[in-house]
T-cell receptor, first 112, second 114 residues
Framework: DAKTTQPPSMDCAEGRAANLPCNHS???????VYWYRQIHSQGPQYIIH???NNETNEMASLIITEDRKSSTLILPHATLRDTAVYYC?????????????FGAGTRLTVKP | DTGVSQDPRHKITKRGQNVTFRCDPI?????LYWYRQTLGQGPEFLTY????????KSRLLSDRFSAERPKGSFSTLEIQRTEQGDSAMYLC????????????FGSGTRLTVV
């Protein structure tokens, strides 16, 4: 069973903020939320991850609700180059864990 | 060393032939992963190595598939007796144990079986 639920597609106007939601209602206390994106014909690219605090880096911000059952990836000023499939993944970070499992993701289209 | 390299980028083969793909990870990364991705789907995990040891294999990895990572450096993924259903993008990723940054992916090898 998928651990996350994402809308299959979203549109965003260029220059506006893109807010991509993810539901992970069964997340465990030791599971992190990861976001990747995949631009056409390329491999997935790591964006950001977090446990319970909001996180920000040069690419995006991650907002995790207090109950941790959902999160939002924010691209503050979307450009055409942000058009991609965005994947939300929950996983435990640990020595023997290999559970970076991808769902179908959200296809974000940034329009001029 | 600027990232994960995969070779070839594209491979067209006839059904029944054997193919081999190569992945060169980031040099200081001790973990290496193989994924398969079909059109419209997210990447599916196949197998991973820590150094030269293959620690996990997905049930997707039938006995026609074999992966190696001699000396814990580059890795190869071989598919024997290819079938049309093997047509997919094969992605390689690497990471340094568990530092939380996630994986660095290569650009993949697109296999077409005709």
């Amino acid at each position: 069973d998928a651990k996350t639920t994402q809308p299959p597609s979203m549109d965003c106007a260029e220059g506006r903020a893109a807010n991509l939601p993810c539901n992970h209602s069964t997340i465990s206390g030791n599971e992190y939320v990861y976001w990747y994106r995949q631009i056409h014909s390329q491999g997935p690219q790591y964006i950001i991850h977090g446990l319970k605090n909001n996180e920000t880096n040069e690419m995006a911000s991650l907002i995790i609700t207090e109950d941790r059952k959902s999160s939002t990836l924010i691209l503050p000023h979307a450009t055409l180059r942000d058009t991609a499939v965005y994947y939300c993944i929950v996983r435990v970070v640990g020595y023997n864990n290999n559970d970076m499992r991808f769902g179908a993701g959200t296809r974000l289209t940034v329009k001029p | 060393d600027t990232g994960v390299s995969q070779d070839p980028r594209h491979k067209i083969t006839k059904r029944g032939q054997n193919v081999t793909f190569r992945c060169d990870p980031i040099s200081e990364h001790n973990r290496l992963y193989w994924y398969r991705q079909t059109l419209g789907q997210g990447p599916e995990f196949l197998t991973y190595f820590q150094n030269e040891a293959q620690l996990e294999k997905s049930r997707l990895l039938s006995d026609r598939f074999s992966a190696e990572r001699p000396k814990g450096s580059f890795s190869t993924l071989e598919i024997q007796r290819t079938e049309q259903g093997d047509s997919a993008m094969y992605l390689c990723a690497s990471s340094f144990q568990e530092i939380g940054y996630g994986y660095t992916f290569g650009s993949g090898t697109r296999l077409t079986v005709v």
